[in-house]
């Protein structure tokens, strides 16, 4: 629906890449727009695509930016793709960004972290250099996902004031890349597995733009046909099915294509996509994988790292993932924000299950809202979800944040759960029409039917919250033993937490409960005995407390600890260069209590 699609070489498409040095102009006054920058800037500087821009800079008005900016570069278009469909892929242009090609402007988004394609067939000059200009913004509002707010201050600078704990990155941060693809072309396709003895049975729908018929051929990992159909929609079987398991993957090969039924030779399109067989679901308290119950192991993650900020960064990526294998992880969330593409497939390849997170964070008015323990519900000033902008604009983005997230992510194995807020202040009434909304339209647009859920935040705990019956898992982010009661208060800590997850168990007693963030800020090298908060021996004992806990209900089936790493975040009183609550530093390097939980889930089963 959104061209979506992830790039792919075939036989029919070409791909061409566009990273690299662009030119780059901040723009304060917003003059860009009237003084004809769509045709080129007129004092930039060089900035490489992808990354953020902040962490380039040396000086603070640059790295702190808050407004409209602009890249621009040269882009050759070769005259052979003059019969075919051209356009820009952007993977992400965080928050919002307008396309200009040749001055015309050819593309709008809102939204940082989901793809869109800028079509540019009409406006190219084939056989030769275009101008491609982008302008962006990166102001947070009410309004925006994620949300917070822009102060200006008194000398008309604006400054971002976040509704989140996480640094707000922005720019081109992921590949852009010019990707061509026939007039008659594959939109979109979706799978549906579920299992007959040793067989899968997969229904799958073609969407294309044409008349012409389609076939979906599925190989396995050695190249071998195992199921062949024919036409825009079917049911495929796939004899002695191969599933994809939690650290055990097998992917089949789904290639679709557009066939000239008066030529059998002849491939109008060709797409592929490499799709794992599985099926997910709830049963009571058990979340189930191919119908057997598992237990998740994991974190909360951020794509963060030095200097690169939120730019896509495979490196770091694949360090990433070698280091949840390490320690023993079956899954991650992509917190708070959709991951890159290239991520879920890595998931997909590598067995770990992922809840997919929409940029929905920060819908909680409240600055420092990891501090905000106390109960949301009192608040006295006007609760987010009583701003009359959120029950109209915010939604209305969020609902396409939401179709986004599922028509890029939909076929993935490795994605398991939607989550759709993050600590959302789901304790006013205000709050429960809005989620409804929400939860409607995913449960609408997955093929799958996933699970759908929110974290939710210990100021709406137990009690509290109005909207957790929309849940098909209860996810709680729990800060017991830091926020809440740190220190030598620990154990009473875990007494309270015990306290509200009995509360929840007797609101949700046939629903599963996953922990999706828990921990406490960590000095990478600071030791005391005994042990001090913010002391790595005081991490090891903060998540043996909790695990404790998460051994003493079975309706617990998961834990996912916060955060894999440390990361950049806003500078204030309660941050040191950052969020320490990572288990291994922000160069990836492991804490000491990195070594206790890959002491713990090495031990423990993926599947109860
Ligand atoms: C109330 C807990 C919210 N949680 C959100 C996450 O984004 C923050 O980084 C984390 C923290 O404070 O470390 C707390």
Sequence with gaps: MFDSLYPRLTATRRIQNMCGTWRFQFDPRSEGV?????????????????????????????????????????????????????????????????????????????????????????????????????????????????????????????????????YNYSGLQRPVRLVVSPRERIEDFAVVSRFDGDDALVDYTVDTNGDHDVEIVVTDEDGMDVARGRGKAGTLRIENVIPWQLRNAYLYTFTVRIVDDADDDRVIDEYYDEIGI?????????????????????????????????????????????????????????????????????ADREGFLVIDEVAAVGMMKSLVNFLDATDASKTKEVTFFDEPVVQTDTLAAHLQAVRELIDRDKRHACVGIWSLFNEPDSASDAAVPYFRKVFDLALDLDPQKRPRSYTNVTACGAGKDKCHDLCDVIMLNRYNGWYVEGGVLIHEAARHQREELELWHELEPNKPFLFTEYGGDTMAGVHKLPSVMWSEEYQVENLTEMATLFDAFDWIVGEQAWNLNDFQTTEGIMRVNGNKKGLFTRDRQPKMAAYYLRDRWTAMPDYL
């Design 34 to 166: 009237y003084e004809g920058w769509e045709h080129g800037l007129p004092d930039p500087i060089d900035v490489p695509v992808p990354s953020s821009f902040a962490d380039l800079f040396t000086d603070k008005a640059s790295r702190e930016y808050t407004g409209d900016f602009w890249y621009e570069t040269d882009l050759f278009v070769p005259g052979e793709w003059r019969d075919a469909n051209v356009g820009i892929r952007f993977d992400a242009a965080t928050h919002r960004a307008t396309v200009y090609v040749n001055g015309v402007e050819v593309a709008r988004h809102e939204g940082g972290f989901t793809p869109f394609v800028a079509p540019i067939n009409d406006v190219v000059n084939w056989n030769g250099v275009n101008t491609v200009v982008v302008k962006m913004n990166n102001e947070l509002g009410l309004d925006t996902l994620p949300a917070g707010e822009t102060k200006i201050l008194s000398d008309g600078t604006k400054v971002c004031a976040p509704y989140f704990d996480f």
């Design 278 to 346: 599985r099926t997910i679901a709830v049963d009571g308290t058990r979340l189930l994988l191919n119908g057997r119950p598992i237990y998740l192991k994991g974190f909360g993650r951020h794509e963060d790292s030095d200097i690169h900020g939120r730019g896509f960064d495979p490196v770091m990526n694949k360090r990433d993932f070698e280091n949840l294998k390490w320690i023993g992880a079956n899954s991650f969330r992509t917190s708070h924000y959709p991951y890159a593409e290239e991520q879920l497939y890595e």
